[in-house]
């Protein structure tokens, strides 16, 4: 079938062709399944996770989105790496096979937990606008915001990428294996070919029309004109390549020289949307060390991302609202629990909108946001039995006063999740994008080029009044992804993430309160039907939350809309054992031993 006679088909059928829809399209069940690429602890895995069990083990685990990255990452941890090792070979992997979602072209968080000190440390890997970039970078000629995928599709989205130098950062920090090894699974793949998986092949074949507006992006995804099928056998030789650079040459073969002379010549001449970006602005990226965001809970500690990223703080500020609530009493069936759980969150948001941003460029009250008695003011609105009629940013202490307007940024889900544990009690939970799926569409070398620009504020000011999260050159957009590590008496128990946009933060809250209050065990928690409220209307998850659940909740006075919320929420939990929990309603595994 040529690719013109595939879209006329595809628009025929009503199918998502465009936007939101697309990269939200379920997996079929036990995707992955069926494919004959996989070893036998790989369908062990596959087994475990169709039938609801979590993977137990005893030394190490990685949990990743696609079952070919997390057996990159098991083979590196077998054979005695870190977590940090086995992450660039689960990135590497992840980039060719599950490449709407992450890459090199993109960035990410990753949060640490050091076994042998029991420090947390939490790096910034996020894509950074260009120095040319202004305020208006999303506006028309009238100051307008311009329409959403006006602005994703082309190179005026593409902020730095971030994913190279945090890979090489992590390394340096914390890797054992040799690093040009760590590439060796990812480069086979990619040169000899991997088995296109369902989700690979639904998510292009839904993206159709995007992604064919460029020529070599259409090349790849629609070899000889067709769509591509599941198990078909894809090759990447141009990966390969920027891969093997950088094995051989670390992040730098990246940041200068030919990779990074052709991606800003593939940003400033997109057809009908070039960007900014320059050399200079690859060349001066760095990853940045952030203090970590730790807020208690109960008898735990819930570590995470903090500003560029919107994570770690409105989690923390969720849970610590409902902490004086017994929400292991309610149980995770009443409707009552998720009136507090929906209400806090809608007062998190408010306070997201208005005062989260790069911490670089905007004074972000971080403990103000966060503090015991701020949290106690806040959870007080939830007294009571009913849903609150309005909500709005409250007043945290400020180190300086400070006047700023709402946000209204856009976030759609694609993204993918990693945890891992490794043998020497190293914990890390990293959050890696490109933003929207399949991201600008602009392909390089093999990779997908991000558009988190477009995480970013379009609109600049409200009546005169600067919005915190606005574009500015060299600025990092807010997030909210949520990489986290949950402590007790400082040891780590839980390692959670997940995709999904601003969804990120409600999918987290959910496996967190599911684990530590309602006690299930990590797999069952991740699989929970998800329900999230961010400024409103309660999300609830279409054909698994309950009917009477949510008609309870629209007898509250909410409203509800039924929603695919296709998380992909990967989490390990540490007790005595290792249980790994890997999201259904995708494609990814947990492996360990
Ligand atoms: N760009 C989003 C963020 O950084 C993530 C998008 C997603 O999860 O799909 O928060």
Same mark, same amino acid.
């Given at each position: 079938?040529?690719?013109?006679?595939?879209?006329?088909?595809?628009?025929?059928?009503?199918?998502?062709?465009?936007?939101?829809?697309?990269?939200?399209?379920?997996?079929?069940?036990?995707?992955?399944?069926?494919?004959?690429?996989?070893?036998?602890?790989?369908?062990?895995?596959?087994?475990?996770?169709?039938?609801?069990?979590?993977?137990?083990?005893?030394?190490?685990?990685?949990?990743?989105?696609?079952?070919?990255?997390?057996?990159?990452?098991?083979?590196?941890?077998?054979?005695?790496?870190?977590?940090?090792?086995?992450?660039?070979?689960?990135?590497?992997?992840?980039?060719?096979?599950?490449?709407?979602?992450?890459?090199?072209?993109?960035?990410?968080?990753?949060?640490?937990?050091?076994?042998?000190?029991?420090?947390?440390?939490?790096?910034?890997?996020?894509?950074?606008?260009?120095?040319?970039?202004?305020?208006?970078?999303?506006?028309?000629?009238?100051?307008?915001?311009?329409?959403?995928?006006?602005?994703?599709?082309?190179?005026?989205?593409?902020?730095?990428?971030?994913?190279?130098?945090?890979?090489?950062?992590?390394?340096?920090?914390?890797?054992?294996?040799?690093?040009?090894?760590?590439?060796?699974?990812?480069?086979?793949?990619?040169?000899?070919?991997?088995?296109?998986?369902?989700?690979?092949?639904?998510?292009?074949?839904?993206?159709?029309?995007?992604?064919?507006?460029?020529?070599?992006?259409?090349?790849?995804?629609?070899?000889?004109?067709?769509?591509?099928?599941?198990?078909?056998?894809?090759?990447?030789?141009?990966?390969?390549?920027?891969?093997?650079?950088?094995?051989?040459?670390?992040?730098?073969?990246?940041?200068?020289?030919?990779?990074? $002379?052709?991606?800003?010549?593939?940003?400033?001449?997109?057809?009908?949307?070039?960007?900014?970006?320059? @050399?200079?602005?690859?060349?001066?990226?760095?990853?940045?060390?952030?203090?970590?965001?730790?807020?208690?809970?109960?008898?735990?500690?819930?570590?995470?991302?903090?500003?560029?990223?919107?994570?770690?703080?409105?989690?923390?500020?969720?849970?610590?609202?409902?902490?004086?609530?017994?929400?292991?009493?309610?149980?995770?069936?009443?409707?009552?629990?998720? $009136?507090?759980?929906?209400?806090?969150?809608?007062?998190?948001?408010?306070?997201?909108?208005?005062?989260?941003?790069?911490?670089?460029?905007?004074?972000?009250?971080?403990?103000?946001?966060?503090?015991?008695?701020?949290?106690?003011?806040?959870?007080?609105?939830? $007294?009571?039995?009913?849903?609150?009629?309005?909500?709005?940013?409250?007043?945290?202490?400020?180190?300086?006063?400070?006047?700023?307007?709402?946000?209204?940024?856009?976030?759609?889900?694609?993204?993918?999740?990693?945890?891992?544990?490794?043998?020497?009690?190293?914990?890390?939970?990293?959050?890696?994008? *490109?933003?929207?799926?399949?991201?600008?569409?602009?392909?390089?070398?093999?990779?997908?080029?991000?558009?988190?620009?477009?995480?970013?504020?379009?609109?600049?000011?409200?009546?005169?009044?600067?919005?915190?999260?606005?574009?500015?050159?060299?600025?990092?957009?807010?997030?909210?992804?949520?990489?986290?590590?949950?402590?007790?008496?400082?040891?780590?128990?839980?390692?959670?993430?997940?995709?999904?946009?601003?969804?990120? *933060?409600?999918?987290?809250?959910?496996? *967190?309160?599911?684990?530590?209050?309602?006690?299930?065990?990590?797999?069952?928690?991740?699989?929970?039907?998800?329900?999230?409220?961010?400024?409103?209307?309660?999300?609830? @998850?279409?054909? $698994?939350?309950?009917?009477?659940?949510?008609?309870?909740?629209?007898?509250?006075?909410? @409203?509800?809309?039924?929603?695919?919320?296709?998380?992909?929420?990967?989490?390990?939990?540490?007790? @005595?054992?290792?249980?790994?929990?890997?999201?259904?309603?995708?494609?990814?595994?947990?492996?360990?031993?």
């Amino acid at each position: 079938m040529k690719l013109l006679h595939i879209l006329a088909c595809f628009m025929l059928a009503g199918a998502p062709v465009w936007g939101q829809q697309a990269a939200d399209t379920v997996a079929p069940e036990g995707a992955g399944a069926g494919l004959v690429q996989v070893s036998p602890a790989v369908r062990a895995a596959q087994d475990a996770k169709a039938d609801g069990r979590a993977v137990v083990a005893e030394n190490w685990m990685v949990v990743a989105a696609n079952p070919l990255a997390s057996d990159a990452g098991a083979t590196v941890l077998k054979a005695g790496g870190t977590a940090a090792d086995a992450m660039v070979a689960v990135q590497a992997v992840l980039g060719l096979v599950e490449p709407q979602s992450s890459g090199l072209g993109g960035g990410a968080f990753l949060v640490w937990r050091d076994g042998a000190t029991g420090e947390i440390t939490t790096l910034d890997g996020r894509e950074t606008a260009p120095l040319a970039a202004t305020p208006r970078l999303f506006q028309d000629a009238e100051g307008q915001p311009l329409s959403f995928y006006d602005a994703v599709v082309g190179g005026r989205s593409v902020g730095v990428p971030g994913t190279p130098a945090l890979m090489q950062s992590a390394h340096d920090r914390w890797g054992r294996a040799e690093w040009a090894g760590l590439f060796d699974d990812a480069i086979r793949l990619a040169e000899d070919g991997f088995e296109v998986s369902p989700r690979l092949a639904l998510m292009v074949a839904g993206d159709a029309l995007k992604l064919s507006r460029f020529e070599s992006t259409r090349a790849y995804f629609f070899p000889d004109d067709g769509l591509l099928e599941v198990g078909a056998r894809l090759q990447n030789p141009a990966y390969a390549r920027s891969l093997r650079s950088l094995a051989e040459e670390g992040a730098e073969a990246f940041y200068t020289g030919d990779i990074a $002379r052709d991606i800003v010549q593939t940003v400033q001449s997109a057809p009908g949307n070039p960007g900014v970006m320059s @050399e200079v602005d690859l060349a001066i990226y760095r990853v940045r060390e952030r203090d970590p965001v730790c807020v208690p809970y109960r008898v735990y500690e819930v570590c995470g991302m903090g500003p560029p990223s919107s994570g770690a703080l409105t989690v923390g500020q969720i849970l610590g609202m409902l902490e004086p609530y017994d929400l292991a009493a309610m149980g995770a069936d009443s409707a009552q629990a998720w $009136r507090l759980i929906g209400d806090a969150s809608r007062l998190a948001f408010a306070d997201r909108g208005r005062y989260m941003a790069d911490s670089d460029f905007v004074p972000v009250p971080v403990q103000g946001l966060v503090s015991r008695n701020y949290m106690k003011t806040r959870s007080e609105l939830l $007294r009571g039995d009913d849903v609150l009629p309005e909500v709005a940013p409250g007043k945290p202490e400020f180190d300086h006063s400070l006047n700023l307007a709402d946000d209204a940024a856009i976030e759609f889900p694609s993204t993918s999740h990693i945890s891992i544990v490794d043998r020497y009690g190293n914990a890390l939970s990293m959050t890696t994008t *490109i933003e929207n799926a399949f991201g600008s569409r602009l392909m390089v070398r093999g990779f997908l080029l991000n558009n988190e620009l477009t995480d970013f504020s379009f609109q600049s000011h409200e009546d005169g009044v600067p919005v915190a999260n606005r574009v500015e050159p060299g600025k990092r957009p807010r997030s909210s992804m949520a990489p986290t590590i949950v402590l007790k008496d400082g040891e780590p128990v839980l390692i959670v993430g997940s995709p999904g946009g601003s969804r990120i *933060i409600g999918y987290v809250v959910k496996a *967190i309160i599911a684990h530590l209050d309602w006690k299930m065990d990590v797999q069952q928690a991740v699989s929970l039907p998800n329900m999230v409220n961010r400024f409103g209307e309660f999300d609830v @998850e279409a054909g $698994r939350v309950s009917p009477s659940l949510a008609s309870d909740l629209a007898e509250m006075g909410y @409203e509800v809309s039924r929603q695919p919320l296709v998380s992909g929420l990967h989490a390990i939990s540490i007790g @005595e054992v290792l249980r790994g929990g890997a999201d259904p309603r995708r494609e990814g595994i947990a492996l360990g031993e």
